[in-house]
């Protein structure tokens, strides 16, 4: 509340003033003077950066994927592949990106194409580990249309690592999230990979993925 009988500040102001506050004195730890000219404004354009690249954790998914889940007599591989994705890590708050491969094989839905990348967007405009968000995707698939497979391969390069020159060869991560006749039958797994083609070049990949919480070296 603030001090003026019958104004009270909209919450989201309150919050906006906060994240600026501690923009700000986040720059002076770093040693900056947050009055400069150069960084005048920088917390207000900050937080709104931050504000976009955290949007998944406000978006509803029936509402992302309102009106594009269709029933068909369709019973192939449908694959999305390519999809470029931009994340946050959640242990150093830097860029993760890559492309994110999907495929599922529908029982008798299947979700409109458009709206696959809308999806990955949801789950990585939040702060993520790779294995994870490679989980979400494929999660959330099989719950809204029930298909008798689902399959997500996400590749991505990690500016925490690469930035930083750590481990430089691993800043590279593979994950990926079969279920279903992807993680029953060789044959179909192989010819999903078949087709998406990894950058990593192995079809192999599911074996040699990179081991859950690796994808983000956490302990520098
Ligand atoms: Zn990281």
Same mark, same amino acid.
């Given at each position: 509340m603030s001090g003026f009988p019958g104004v009270c500040a909209p919450a989201s102001e309150i919050y906006n003033n906060q994240m600026q506050e501690l923009i700000r004195r986040?720059?002076?730890?770093?040693?900056?003077?947050?009055?400069?000219?150069?960084?005048?404004?920088?917390?207000?354009?900050?937080?709104?950066?931050?504000?976009?690249?955290?949007?998944?954790?406000?978006?509803? %998914?029936?509402?992302?994927?309102?009106?594009?889940?269709?029933?068909?007599?369709?019973?192939?591989?449908? %694959?999305?592949?390519?999809?470029?994705?931009?994340?946050? !890590?959640?242990?150093?708050?830097?860029?993760?990106?890559?492309? !994110?491969?999907?495929?599922?094989?529908?029982?008798?839905?299947?979700?409109?194409?458009?709206?696959?990348?809308?999806?990955?967007?949801?789950?990585?405009?939040?702060?993520?580990?790779?294995?994870?968000?490679?989980?979400q995707i494929a999660n959330t698939i099989r719950d809204k249309i029930a298909p008798m497979g689902v399959a997500v391969v996400m590749e991505a390069t990690h500016l925490c690592m690469s930035m930083r020159g750590v481990e430089k060869q691993n800043s590279f991560a593979v994950t990926s999230a079969m279920a279903g006749v992807f993680r029953d039958n060789a044959r179909t797994r192989m010819e999903f990979l078949e087709l998406i083609k990894l950058r990593s070049g192995a079809a192999g990949v599911v074996e040699q993925r990179t081991p859950a919480g690796l994808a983000c070296v956490d302990d520098y």
């Open positions: 986040l720059l002076a730890e770093l040693g900056e003077d947050p009055t400069r000219e150069g960084l005048a404004d920088t917390p207000k354009r900050v937080e709104k950066a931050y504000k976009f690249l955290t949007s998944g954790y406000d978006a509803d %998914i029936d509402q992302v994927l309102n009106n594009a889940l269709f029933t068909v007599d369709y019973s192939e591989m449908v %694959i999305v592949k390519d999809i470029d994705f931009y994340s946050l !890590c959640e242990h150093h708050l830097l860029p993760f990106f890559g492309k !994110c491969h999907v495929a599922y094989i529908p029982t008798t839905k299947v979700i409109g194409l458009s709206k696959i990348p809308r999806l990955v967007d949801v789950f990585a405009r939040r702060l993520q580990v790779q294995e994870r968000l490679t989980n």
